[in-house]
């Protein structure tokens, strides 16, 4: 699975970015799909994930409210809806794949490490 993330730029303190990621290859609908984020001198921080049919989502509470994840499986894309971004999301954002069957919940899917593939990244600025 190729994954091409897409949709950052520059932004106002307050504003709203969607961000894209489709992705090449079968199978698509098989995935556990989520977003995470790396900051300049931070650690990759997780973001959001879906289920493989969009049914349910999981979210860190730091976006909770703000960002919400949705997937098109007819489309091969994964959504990262952003809302009221605020300078502290400036970051580097990466979709990921996981074709690991695990208990969605278990906090499993929040983890870097249970992700098999990874998007280039999409930069997004939040100006203040």
């Known amino acids: 699975v190729q994954l091409q993330a897409s949709g950052g730029g520059l932004v106002q303190a307050g504003g709203s970015l969607r961000l894209s990621c489709v992705a090449s290859g079968a199978a698509f609908s098989k995935y556990v799909m989520a977003w995470f984020r790396q900051a300049p001198g931070k650690e990759r921080e997780f973001m959001s994930s879906?289920?493989?049919?969009?049914?349910?989502?999981s979210s860190a509470d730091s976006v909770k409210g703000r960002f919400t994840t949705s997937r098109d499986n007819a489309k091969n894309t994964v959504y990262l809806q952003m809302n009221g971004l605020k300078s502290e999301d400036t970051a580097v954002y990466y979709c990921?794949?996981?074709?690991?069957?695990?208990?969605?919940?278990?906090?499993?899917?929040?983890?870097?490490?249970?992700?098999?593939?990874w998007g280039q990244g999409t930069l997004v600025t939040v100006s203040s």
């Open positions: 879906v289920t493989w049919n969009g049914g349910r989502t």
């Open positions: 990921s794949a996981s074709g690991r069957p695990r208990a969605y919940g278990s906090g499993y899917y929040i983890k870097g490490a249970s992700y098999d593939y």
